[in-house]
């Protein structure tokens, strides 16, 4: 049976997640037959002729689209993409909606999805918009994070969503869940019965979600400005993935069951408290274009938090992410406790290289690594610290596998919620960050190409960052 026709209206389409992301991403589902008859309707403030959108997406795939051969087929799928301004008001939208949805084959009634890649504060305007424009019935939207950029704006945008849209049709996106990498932990966690047993505060002594960026703010200083790298990673994806390593097992895969165990996990976390944080920024950010010259946005933060559950009770987990970093990384790290009693003396090299640890890497190309202790090969009995490394796959490089976005969009479409964050889970995780937005630390300059400022370390102390890793 053929696939139902899909109409995409993209708002935000010509900003920087579109190009990177969305546009390269839509091209790629057409391209695998996963979305074959699909329509894209492109909405900003930029003032674009569908000939001139089409261009710019042309530009977007040719250089960021992750393969390399998807560009040949471009001219084929450029022939689906439409385009409005976003303030040319509800009859034109309609309008191109309805232009882009002439000629589907068959008499079945596409389903659309509307994908507002816009931040928190254009939100509700869309919202409205797609009302007015009666858009809203009989379709899906996806809401990109930050969701909200508190509680209270949190609770105000999902009271608004729900006048227009219901539950189940509203798709709140947190990419790093759509990542293979990510979605392994539960495989991992559930599918073996090895770890489970000692997953939990007897054997755990701290948990390192750690996720440095290379990467500064090209376009992105105004929008960033207004967010910060608490909003833009920690409230969302960090959590997300620390909702992941520390939930109990689901009772299926199902939808609801995941969702209950992630957030019973939020509903245990202990409020986000400032003494507990380290926020930073880098040197040069306040030159940036749409950067005030006193900001006191942070590009950078650690902390600690705790699970106040009975399998976490007392384990601190460390979270930190930050632009203009050392290093590109997106690692967990499970640090096992050290055994009970040593006999190897001082010196042998137990105490020089810290505990056992077992290391997610969430990079496309994911990774895990397990690192233990083992005799030095030679007289005495000095130790070495081993590794043991899994490639899980080359995720990008295979063909049936999705880059995150590609794999939340396809599932958006379908109507399968299960990889999205519900409006329970985000307004608690913006609960327990309230005391940290009401009384922020000052933001500490630190160097670009750094790890961030100093007080990282009296953070962790009397655990060391996992990263940088040993060469
Ligand atoms: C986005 C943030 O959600 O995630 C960016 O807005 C960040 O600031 C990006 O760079 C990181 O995602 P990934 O998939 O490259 O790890």
Same mark, same amino acid.
């Given at each position: 049976?053929?696939?139902?026709?899909?109409? %995409?209206?993209?708002?935000?389409?010509?900003?920087?997640?579109?190009?990177?992301?969305?546009?390269?991403?839509?091209?790629?589902?057409?391209?695998?037959?996963?979305?074959?008859?699909?329509?894209?309707?492109?909405?900003?403030?930029?003032?674009?002729?569908?000939?001139?959108?089409?261009? =710019?997406?042309? *530009?977007?795939? !040719?250089? @960021?689209?992750?393969?390399?051969?998807?560009?040949?087929?471009?001219?084929?799928?450029?022939?689906?993409?439409?385009?409005?301004?976003?303030?040319?008001?509800?009859?034109?939208?309609?309008?191109?909606?309805?232009?882009?949805?002439?000629?589907? &084959?068959?008499?079945?009634?596409?389903?659309?999805?509307?994908?507002?890649?816009?931040?928190?504060?254009?939100?509700?305007?869309?919202?409205?918009?797609?009302?007015?424009?009666?858009?809203?019935?009989?379709?899906?939207?996806?809401?990109?994070?930050? =969701?909200?950029?508190?509680?209270?704006?949190?609770?105000?945008?999902?009271?608004?969503?729900?006048?227009?849209?219901?539950? &189940?049709?509203? =798709?709140?996106?947190?990419?790093?869940?759509?990542? !293979?990498? +990510?979605?392994?932990?539960?495989?991992?966690?559930?599918?073996?019965?090895?770890?489970?047993?000692?997953?939990?505060?007897?054997? %755990?002594?701290?948990?390192?979600?750690?996720?440095?960026?290379?990467?500064?703010?090209?376009?992105?200083?105004?929008?960033?400005?207004?967010?910060?790298?608490?909003?833009?990673?920690?409230?969302?994806?960090?959590?997300?993935?620390?909702?992941?390593?520390?939930?109990?097992?689901?009772?299926?895969? !199902?939808?609801? +069951? %995941?969702? &209950?165990?992630?957030?019973?996990?939020?509903?245990?976390?202990?409020?986000?408290?400032?003494?507990?944080?380290?926020?930073?920024?880098?040197?040069?950010?306040?030159?940036?274009?749409?950067? +005030?010259?006193?900001?006191?946005?942070?590009?950078?933060? +650690?902390?600690?938090? =705790?699970?106040?559950?009975?399998?976490?009770?007392?384990?601190?987990?460390?979270?930190?992410?930050?632009?203009?970093?050392?290093?590109?990384?997106? %690692?967990?790290?499970?640090? @096992?406790?050290?055994?009970? *009693?040593?006999?190897?003396?001082?010196?042998?090299?137990?105490?020089?290289?810290?505990?056992?640890?077992?290391?997610?890497?969430?990079?496309?190309?994911?990774?895990?690594?397990?690192?233990?202790?083992?005799?030095?090969?030679?007289?005495?009995?000095?130790?070495?610290?081993?590794?043991?490394?899994?490639?899980?796959?080359?995720?990008?490089?295979?063909?049936?596998?999705?880059?995150?976005? !590609?794999?939340?969009?396809?599932?958006?479409?379908?109507?399968?919620?299960?990889?999205?964050?519900?409006?329970?889970?985000?307004?608690?995780?913006?609960?327990?960050?309230?005391?940290?937005?009401?009384?922020?630390?000052?933001?500490?300059?630190?160097?670009?190409?750094?790890?961030?400022?100093?007080?990282?370390?009296?953070?962790?102390?009397?655990?060391?960052?996992?990263?940088?890793? &040993?060469?």
């Amino acid at each position: 049976m053929a696939e139902r026709p899909t109409t %995409i209206v993209l708002f935000g389409a010509t900003g920087d997640l579109a190009r990177r992301k969305l546009l390269p991403g839509l091209l790629h589902l057409w391209r695998s037959g996963l979305l074959n008859d699909v329509r894209v309707v492109g909405t900003s403030l930029e003032d674009h002729s569908r000939e001139s959108f089409v261009e =710019f997406a042309g *530009k977007a795939v !040719e250089e @960021f689209s992750s393969r390399k051969d998807e560009m040949k087929d471009f001219i084929e799928f450029a022939e689906r993409l439409y385009f409005v301004r976003s303030d040319a008001g509800p009859d034109a939208l309609r309008a191109v909606v309805a232009e882009a949805e002439e000629g589907y &084959e068959g008499n079945e009634r596409p389903r659309r999805l509307h994908y507002l890649s816009v931040p928190p504060k254009a939100a509700l305007s869309v919202i409205q918009t797609l009302a007015a424009a009666d858009l809203a019935a009989n379709s899906r939207v996806v809401m990109e994070k930050p =969701f909200g950029t508190d509680l209270v704006s949190a609770v105000e945008l999902n009271r608004k969503l729900h006048e227009v849209f219901s539950e &189940e049709q509203i =798709f709140r996106i947190d990419h790093f869940l759509g990542k !293979e990498a +990510a979605l392994n932990i539960l495989a991992f966690r559930f599918a073996n019965g090895l770890f489970e047993p000692i997953w939990h505060r007897n054997h %755990i002594d701290h948990v390192q979600i750690d996720v440095p960026e290379t990467l500064g703010l090209e376009t992105r200083a105004s929008f960033y400005e207004a967010t910060g790298a608490y909003r833009d990673m920690v409230v969302t994806h960090l959590f997300q993935v620390l909702a992941f390593t520390a939930m109990e097992p689901p009772t299926s895969l !199902e939808p609801q +069951a %995941i969702t &209950e165990e992630k957030n019973k996990v939020f509903r245990s976390m202990m409020p986000i408290m400032p003494e507990n944080v380290v926020r930073g920024q880098f040197h040069g950010y306040r030159d940036l274009d749409g950067v +005030a010259p006193e900001s006191e946005t942070e590009t950078f933060i +650690a902390l600690k938090c =705790f699970i106040d559950n009975w399998r976490w009770a007392g384990v601190p987990f460390y979270l930190r992410t930050g632009k203009r970093l050392a290093e590109g990384q997106r %690692i967990i790290s499970i640090a @096992f406790k050290e055994p009970p *009693k040593s006999m190897f003396p001082a010196g042998s090299g137990v105490s020089q290289h810290g505990p056992d640890h077992l290391t997610f890497d969430l990079a496309d190309k994911s990774r895990m690594s397990l690192s233990f202790y083992g005799k030095r090969p030679g007289t005495g009995f000095r130790l070495d610290k081993l590794s043991m490394q899994f490639a899980m796959q080359d995720s990008t490089g295979s063909a049936a596998a999705l880059e995150a976005y !590609e794999r939340l969009i396809y599932d958006a479409v379908r109507g399968d919620h299960t990889l999205f964050t519900t409006s329970d889970g985000i307004e608690r995780l913006w609960e327990i960050s309230q005391p940290l937005l009401d009384n922020p630390p000052p933001v500490r300059p630190y160097t670009q190409g750094s790890w961030g400022p100093n007080q990282i370390h009296q953070l962790v102390a009397p655990t060391a960052w996992r990263l940088p890793f &040993e060469r």
